[in-house]
């Protein structure tokens, strides 16, 4: 009974089988049939993997087509690569260096802001609430001791330059700063 095969297997190409030189590719039995009967590989029969694949080679008549049918069917080798110099290499926007699209760092102590919902208040209230934590922890740092938490993992305990609240309220979600 023939092993399942991968979808790397299944994938194949002529391109794959040509670039394998003559050293040849393991492929599917499938696959070798279909490129078998157009001319565009050899086959030898008495090689077969764990996989129930057959080992083949690109025939003369197999490379003259991938060249001819080139870029069109994407069979085509990979042009060559550039190597460049002296590009910068753009800043990546992720993490605290993002910022954040809520006015977290211009709000003072006991300034709140109103985020009106005409949809779903339970879905703001979870985005804003997310938003709220990174920028508690944005504003916090570790002392160097640690804490254990009910499930009993340790945890570093934090001292918040500034912190914030998320509350539901009539008509929307308001965040607060209370630290």
Do not use: H
Not at 3 to 25: C, F, R
Not at 109 to 132: C, I, P, R, W, Y
Not at 133 to 157: D, I, L, W
Request: aromatic residues 8%; neutral net charge.
């Amino acid at each position: 009974m023939a092993k399942k095969q991968t979808k790397a297997m299944m994938a194949l190409s002529l391109k794959d089988i040509v670039a394998a030189g003559a050293e040849g590719l393991f492929v599917p039995q499938e696959t070798a049939k279909n490129f078998y009967e157009e001319g565009f590989i050899s086959v030898d029969g008495d090689k077969i993997d764990e996989y129930d694949c057959i080992l083949v080679t690109a025939t003369d008549k197999g490379v003259a087509y991938l060249n001819e049918v080139g870029e069109e069917s994407g069979l085509a080798e990979p042009s060559e690569f550039v190597l460049e110099t002296g590009i910068v290499m753009p800043a990546k926007r992720t993490g605290s260096n993002r910022g954040s699209k809520y006015p977290f760092e211009a709000m003072g102590m006991n300034e709140n802001q109103s985020f009106m919902v005409k949809g779903d208040v339970e879905a703001t209230m979870k985005t804003l609430s997310s938003a709220v934590a990174v920028a508690n922890r944005r504003f916090s740092q570790e002392t160097g001791e640690f804490k254990m938490t009910k499930g009993g993992n340790s945890v570093p305990v934090r001292v918040f330059d500034r912190k914030f609240a998320a509350r539901k309220v009539e008509g929307g979600v308001r965040v607060f700063r209370i630290q």
